[in-house]
């Protein structure tokens, strides 16, 4: 496996139901981030860690929860979704936080949820 | 604050012509300006970056773009496209810290 990668792809979910993403990258970053994106709305960033701590929390409904066990591996709990919920969820690498965008962020696919 | 509008949510070209995708930005600070390109059912890449160096920044697959501080702008273009172009663009603006501001995107259609 090479750069960053995504699993489930496709996920359907009601909204009672308790699920997990996870992400996993292969390049030896020290920072992952989660991000949603929703038709017709811009990237939105969830969260972010930078060595396993969480440095960034965008005003995120607690029925998301991350969870970073080490520098490669990146979760993203769910539970009591919402259908507005639904959206494509993507996770990204940098070699570290910078600034100014000083380190290229890396995509993974990304996990297309529907909440019913 | 910073912000980004990509002037078009989709544009059309032929096979062959050029391409322009439209991107204009508001920072407090010098920023950083990227785009990236999502093809269907994959994660972004980064097609360029523009870091305060060269205005004129010259990316992947062809395309370049020209900061233009004067105008707050960032244009993507490339001299002809190609079938394999068509995806979605997106400009991305970031000031001073690892948080970067996406546009809504635009997507592009090659026409055979």
């Known amino acids: 496996e090479t750069g960053v990668t995504q699993t489930p792809r496709h996920l359907v979910m009601g909204m009672t139901n308790k699920k997990s993403l996870k992400c996993e990258q292969h390049?030896?970053?020290?920072?992952m981030y989660w991000y949603k994106q929703s038709a017709k709305k811009p990237l939105e960033l969830m969260f972010v860690?930078?060595?396993?701590?969480?440095?960034e929390n965008n005003s995120v409904p607690s029925r998301f929860s991350p969870e970073c066990p080490n520098s490669s591996h990146l979760f993203l709990h769910l539970h009591t979704l919402q259908p507005e919920d639904s959206a494509l969820y993507l996770c990204?690498?940098?070699?570290?936080?910078?600034?100014?965008?000083?380190?290229?962020?890396?995509f993974g696919p990304g996990t297309r949820l529907t909440v019913t | 604050a910073q912000s980004v509008t990509q002037l078009d949510s989709h544009v059309s070209v032929s096979e062959g012509t050029p391409v322009l995708l439209r991107c204009n930005y508001s920072s407090s600070y010098s920023p950083s300006l990227f785009w990236y390109v999502q093809h269907p059912n994959k994660g972004l890449q980064l097609l360029l970056k523009y870091t305060s160096a060269a205005t004129l920044v010259k990316g992947i697959n062809g395309f370049e773009a020209e900061f233009k501080k004067s105008e707050t702008s960032f244009h993507l273009t490339k001299p002809s496209a190609h079938m394999s172009d068509a995806a979605e663009y997106f400009c991305v603006v970031s000031d001073q810290s690892y948080q970067l501001t996406f546009g809504k995107g635009t997507k592009l259609s090659v026409i055979p």
């Open positions: 860690y930078s060595l396993e701590e969480r440095v």
């Open positions: 990204a690498s940098s070699q570290g936080l910078g600034t100014s965008g000083t380190y290229e962020q890396y």
């Open positions: 390049l030896g970053h020290n920072a």
